[in-house]
């Protein structure tokens, strides 16, 4: 469990909103959980890391790199930061919270500022996009551009992370670090018991609609494809009360439009054999990455493997380590299965 901690908190600490994701790149180039394996980037930015394996159709494991964010859109006369990027956050999450801008001498820390009120009667209409700058600290523009800050750099949330009770976090970017980090864990559990080869893929521009997804070329036909990635329970018609306690419970296999009904009752045996905790939803949606590389693989079996998640999309999220942990052993159990792709493949 705490190797897991501590791979999240050094992934979320990483930036990397949509095209920007090249920190994370570099530490998956690296990355010792992967050891041994091939590793190169695509034209597109997405990262591959190939494991070693028996000769057969690769396993595909994909979470992409990227995290909601910002980039800066100009500096004004008065030394704040106007940005763009953020119209489809809940913009309440917003004020006065602490934001990086990741310049090229390394980030510099700023603060929210969206028209807050501290007088009776407060009016929120002016809580808006358009009201929304980073404060640097200076008063003009002369300073900020003296602190590196640039047109274009990108801007994320505060890094801090924290441990709740029990195995619970608290922290930014966990869509989709998380999945990164429980596909690098099924490498490091299944190295020298592997029956089947795994093919992670990092990829990039998620959150903007799959872009990375869209231009992939897969370098050999795989055997299947899973994506990692995160949810809330409201996804699932949760009600409120309800939503919050789907973490900890094991990772979720979303039974969406795009399920394979053969991957489904091959995690569930798998599951079920090495008593690994999971969650069985059924789902009208679908994940973009999960669509476009079902397409881009000739429709071979797909799947959405999903890690619980409260209230994603915003300056910080909740996500329990367990639900990590317990996903990294099912991919692992996958990978040690002979017959999954044979299993996996009847519908």
């Known amino acids: 469990m705490e190797t897991v901690v501590e791979l999240l908190r050094t992934l979320t600490a990483l930036p990397g909103i949509p095209g920007r994701e090249e920190k994370v790149v570099d530490f998956l180039m690296k990355c010792g959980e992967a050891e041994p394996a091939k590793r190169w980037t695509d034209a597109s930015g997405n990262a591959w890391v190939l494991g070693e394996g028996p000769d057969v159709p690769p396993v595909v494991f994909c979470a992409h790199m990227d995290e909601v964010g910002f980039r800066v859109k100009r500096i004004e006369a008065d030394g704040r930061l106007s940005v763009v990027g953020h119209e ?80 619970v976090l608290c922290a930014k970017a966990f869509d989709d670090r998380s999945g990164l980090a429980a596909i690098l864990k099924a490498l490091a559990f299944s190295r020298g018991k592997r029956k089947q080869r795994p093919l992670l893929l990092g990829s990039v521009q998620e959150e903007i609609g799959g872009h990375g997804a869209g231009a992939v070329e897969f370098p050999e036909k795989p055997g299947a494809v899973i994506i990692v990635d995160i949810c809330g329970g409201e996804v699932y018609g949760l009600p409120e009360p309800d939503r919050r306690p789907i973490l900890g419970r094991g990772p979720i296999l979303h039974d969406g439009p795009t399920a394979s009904r053969g991957l489904i009752r091959r995690f569930e045996t798998l599951a079920s054999e090495r008593e690994i905790p999971v969650q069985h939803f059924a789902a009208a949606g679908r994940g973009a990455d999960l669509s476009v590389l079902q397409k881009k693989s000739g429709g071979l079996p797909a799947l959405g493997i999903i890690l619980p998640m409260a209230f994603y999309h915003g300056p910080r999220g909740l996500i329990d380590a367990s639900d990590v942990l317990n996903a990294g052993r099912l991919l692992a159990a996958a990978l040690e299965d002979e017959t999954f792709l044979e299993r996996a493949t009847k519908f």
């Open 88 to 167: 489809r956050l809940d913009l309440r999450t917003l004020a006065s919270e602490v934001v990086q801008v990741w310049t090229e001498g390394g980030p510099v820390d700023a603060f929210v500022y969206m028209g807050q009120q501290t007088n009776m009667p407060r009016d929120y209409a002016s809580m808006v996009p358009d009201t929304l700058r980073l404060d640097l600290g200076v008063c003009d523009r002369a300073s900020a551009e003296a602190l590196g800050v640039g047109t274009g750099d990108p801007v994320v949330f505060d890094p801090g992370f924290r441990r709740l009770a029990g195995s």
